[in-house]
């Protein structure tokens, strides 16, 4: 009985040890096939470099009407020892070959010394394309012109250094035109740096430099302008446009030159209002059912005291059944009664609500211990509260949803 036990013992031992074996060979088989490559069934076709270009040229009329031209991507003589497996349908298989044979005799050309090398696909050449500047092709609808320029400040001088580059697509009064720029920094308006006139062009190139003296204390408080003249035969100067630039959103430093365009506006010809004016865009978007206003510049402003302690703001206010909903200020800018802003700001206001709502906008005048003042301001709303410009602003703004209608509004004091 003890020998069968023992008999019985040494076979079950011998069984589990064959099963153990069966086991880790197909795991090991089963994790070989995942981290090797999968072997073609298809028959491999050999080629080369020089082929592959022969190939090319017989069949280029053939090529352009089926694909977009591509740039061969090979495989140097030095790497022919390594299996490279389709990519694509179109492309082809190498085998291995001895990476020391010769490449075949054949005409030179200016890929011959990439004969002999394995052809692995293509290299589309529009997907690596840099896009086009179409700052000088794609103009706007009615555009009366676009400059180009350059700012750059330098600390240690205090000097804000301009460069005036170029204008293209002037629109003067006659046939010819011989434009030049003036330049001020604003709020001084007394004083202003000239360009050269460049004779009988509507795309002068200037490529000038100017320099401003300011502090960096100050520098965020001023505004470039841009005036674009012509000289008629008669020395006339008849103003084709401007271009107002707020430096207080820029990084200026030495080491940051930043080049800039914008498109020529037409300046407001009609003299200031009584308390003045303020210009400001509208846009609603219908699908987020939001309201934007974009406060530009004001002008005119009747300051009650005109000193660099004097702070002049706007306060944008949402309305709704002339019940405040919710309010939003500018930076108070010091001394200026023509100021500017370019600020944005939104407003949640539903699709619904838009009969009833009414933005108000206020220019205050702020002085250092004492009460705010009112210069003025202007209510634009649907016809329960507005009339005139300030309706057809809102209107214009409901009719051209997602677009900025921008407007001048004289301001009054009335409640």
Not at 222 to 230: A, E, G, S
Not at 328 to 357: C, I, M
Request: hydrophobic share 35%.
């Amino acid at each position: 009985e003890q020998a069968v036990a023992a008999a019985g013992g040494i076979i079950g031992g011998i069984l589990l040890f064959v099963l153990l074996g069966i086991t880790a060979y197909l795991l090991w088989k089963k994790f070989y096939h995942l981290f090797s490559y999968e072997k073609l069934i298809n028959p491999v076709k050999i080629t080369n470099a020089n082929d592959f270009f022969q190939d090319q040229a017989n069949s280029e009329t053939q090529l352009k009407s089926t694909r977009s031209r591509s740039v061969p991507f090979i495989i140097p003589p030095t790497l022919h020892g390594r299996d490279w497996m389709h990519l694509t349908n179109e492309e082809q298989v190498q085998e291995d070959r001895d990476p020391y044979m010769s490449p075949p005799s054949g005409p030179r050309s200016s890929f011959h010394s990439l004969a002999g090398a394995y052809v692995v696909g293509t290299i589309n050449p529009d997907l690596y394309k840099v896009p086009e500047d179409k700052s000088e092709t794609d103009f706007p609808d009615g555009s009366i012109g676009r400059l180009w320029f350059s700012i750059e400040y330098e600390q240690e001088s205090e000097r804000l250094l301009v460069s005036l580059i170029k204008v293209r697509k002037l629109q003067p009064p006659a046939d010819s035109c011989s434009p030049f720029v003036k330049i001020y920094l604003l709020p001084d308006e007394r004083s202003y740096l000239q360009s050269k006139t460049k004779r009988k062009t509507l795309n002068p190139q200037f490529d000038e430099n100017f320099v401003f003296q300011v502090s960096s204390k100050m520098l965020l408080q001023r505004t470039l302008k841009f005036l674009v003249y012509h000289v008629d035969k008669q020395k006339k100067h008849h103003l084709l446009g401007q271009v107002i630039f707020p430096l207080k959103n820029e990084a200026l430093t030495e080491d940051n030159k930043l080049v800039i365009w914008r498109d020529l506006e037409k300046e407001n010809l009609e003299p200031p209002s009584e308390h003045g004016d303020i210009q400001f865009s509208l846009s609603y978007n219908d699908y987020l059912g939001r309201l934007t206003v974009v406060v530009l510049r004001a002008r005119g402003l009747k300051l009650q005291e005109e000193s660099p302690a004097v702070g002049v703001y706007v306060k944008v206010s949402l309305m709704n059944h002339n019940k405040f909903i919710k309010s939003k200020k500018t930076a108070a800018l010091l001394g200026t009664p023509n100021p500017v802003y370019n600020e944005t700001f939104s407003f949640k206001a539903d699709q619904t609500e838009l009969d009833t709502a009414s933005m108000c906008l206020s220019v205050l005048q702020s002085n250092k211990g004492e009460k705010t003042l009112l210069l003025g301001r202007v209510v634009v709303g649907p016809f329960m509260y507005t009339r005139g410009k300030e309706l057809e602003h809102w209107n214009e703004m409901i009719s051209k949803p997602k677009e900025l209608v921008k407007r001048w509004h004289a301001l009054c004091h009335s409640t």
